[in-house]
T-cell receptor, first 113, second 112 residues
Framework: KAGVTQTPRYLIKTRGQQVTLSCSPI?????VSWYQQTPGQGLQFLFE???????NKGNFPGRFSGRQFSNSRSEMNVSTLELGDSALYLC????????????FGEGSWLTVV | QKEVEQDPGPLSVPEGAIVSLNCTYS??????FMWYRQYSRKGPELLMY????GNKEDGRFTAQVDKSSKYISLFIRDSQPSDSATYLC????????????FGAGTRLFVKA
């Protein structure tokens, strides 16, 4: 059974640009969450989608947005990139709205220069 | 004060040692407790999942939850160099991903 797949794995962007990250959840999983991981702040929750609807959002500015498609695949977008957005962005999936465990992808490493 | 406190380490132990990793928390509503292992440049992988208080054992790993003290632990017996990774505790008040709070992670090095 394939795990959570994230693309791209590594990318470098310039301040002011925007970036789109993609996530394919485990087959059959309908919930996708996004997290930002940095050495200083650890893992921080960005948002969660279930059946194409954003259910919850963390404390991030509006530059961070996401969406989920009918096949459960999800994308997140960061506009007007700042240096502080450099981080590992992790996607996680779970089976349903009240699944017990989160399964993470390998992450997308974003460097903003 | 953070909801979940975890010593970032690093923690260095010789091969074969018993490792104890710990987290404290402040939210008494937390009922679901997890431990994740994260290798360098990889995503976290679920190691242990526990509901409420008590112990849970899986091979060389034992997870322990003491809700009265708001303290959780992960013990690794007969530690191996392959156990070298960052270990993150995580907890939530309800099942599922929403509002899962993660600790900062403890970096563990097991020396051969």
């Amino acid at each position: 059974k394939a795990g959570v797949t994230q693309t791209p794995r590594y990318l470098i962007k310039t301040r002011g640009q925007q970036v789109t990250l993609s996530c394919s959840p485990i087959s059959g999983h309908r919930s996708v969450s996004w997290y930002q991981q940095t050495p200083g702040q650890g893992l921080q929750f960005l948002f969660e989608y279930f059946s194409e609807t954003q259910r919850n959002k963390g404390n991030f500015p509006g530059r961070f947005s996401g969406r989920q498609f009918s096949n459960s695949r999800s994308e997140m977008n960061v506009s007007t990139l700042e240096l502080g957005d450099s981080a590992l962005y992790l996607c996680a999936s779970q089976m349903g709205s009240s699944g017990n465990t989160i399964y993470f992808g390998e992450g997308s490493w974003l460097t903003v220069v | 004060q953070k909801e979940v406190e975890q010593d970032p380490g690093p923690l260095s132990v010789p091969e074969g040692a018993i490792v104890s990793l710990n987290c404290t928390y402040s939210n008494s509503a937390f009922q679901y407790f997890m431990w994740y292992r994260q290798y360098s440049r990889k995503g976290p992988e679920l190691l242990m999942y526990t509901y409420s208080s008590g112990n849970k054992e899986d091979g060389r790993f034992t997870a322990q939850v003491d809700k009265s003290s708001k303290y959780i632990s992960l013990f690794i017996r007969d530690s191996q160099p392959s156990d070298s990774a960052t270990y993150l505790c995580a907890m939530s008040a309800r099942p599922g991903g929403f509002k899962t709070i993660f600790g900062a992670g403890t970096r563990l090095f097991v020396k051969a």
